[in-house]
C-alpha cells in the first residue's frame, strides 16, 4: 500500500514502512497459492516497488507470472 508520492486524491502515501508485510509473509503467502493451483497473481499498489525483496521474491517464484499495477 505504500507510496512514495502523494498524488492529490490517493491514500498510499499514508502508510508507513512498518505496516508492509515481511518477506516471510511474502514468500509463504506465493508458495501456499502454488499449493492450490494459482500461478497468477496480481501485485498493486501504492508502489509495489518499494517493498523489500520484491525482486528476490519474484526471482524465487520464476514459475508464477506476476501482474503489477504501480
Not at 505496516?19 to 509473509?25: I, K
Not at 492450490?36 to 525483496?53: A, K, N
Request: charged share 25%.
Amino acid at each position: 500500500m505504500r507510496c512514495l508520492l502523494r498524488c492529490y486524491g490517493c491514500y498510499s502515501a499514508e502508510y508507513a514502512r512498518n505496516s508492509d508485510l515481511d518477506y516471510e509473509t511474502l514468500d509463504r503467502t506465493v508458495t501456499e497459492a502454488k499449493s492450490l493451483g494459482s500461478y497468477f497473481i496480481v501485485v498493486s499498489g501504492g508502489e509495489p516497488f518499494t517493498c523489500d525483496g520484491i525482486f528476490d521474491l519474484w526471482k524465487e517464484h520464476d514459475d508464477i507470472w506476476f501482474q503489477l499495477y504501480t
